[in-house]
């Protein structure tokens, strides 16, 4: 079945630097868009990275542009969120969604078959 399992959380002092995975299982992977979303208590979930199928078109929120890198490695069917600078207010589970083809918007509406998610705690 389609599964998503993302790893690579962790707890880390701001300005420091964390590297997340996507493993999926399942599903065309080559064809797939694959996000990153984050949610904390108590707010809805929002969009942090989307990148599609070719890795020809990303988005990034304007919270991370300039911080955080999304890729993806094909032979291993992996996307990966490469998080620099982090602050306080990075803190939250982060979880990857997909949808099939190429994404239109990068909105946690727009993806589905979540992962159980990984907690990323920036602090002091």
């Known amino acids: 079945q389609v599964q998503l399992v993302e790893s690579g959380g962790g707890l880390v002092q701001p300005g420091s630097s964390l590297t997340l995975s996507c493993l999926g299982s399942?599903?065309?992977?080559?064809?797939?868009?694959i996000g990153w979303f984050r949610q904390v208590p108590g707010k809805e979930r929002e969009a942090v990275s989307c990148i599609s199928p070719s890795s020809a078109v990303k988005y990034y929120a304007d919270t991370v542009k300039g911080r955080f890198a999304i890729s993806r490695d094909k032979a291993k069917r992996t996307v990966y969120l490469r998080m620099d600078n982090l602050r306080p207010e990075d803190t939250a589970v982060y979880s990857c969604?997909?949808?099939?083809?190429?994404?239109?918007?990068?909105?946690?509406?727009?993806?589905?078959?979540w992962g159980q998610g990984t907690q990323v705690t920036v602090s002091s």
């Open positions: 399942g599903f065309t992977f080559g064809s797939t868009s």
């Open positions: 969604g997909l949808r099939d083809g190429v994404y239109v918007q990068c909105d946690p509406t727009w993806f589905g078959s």
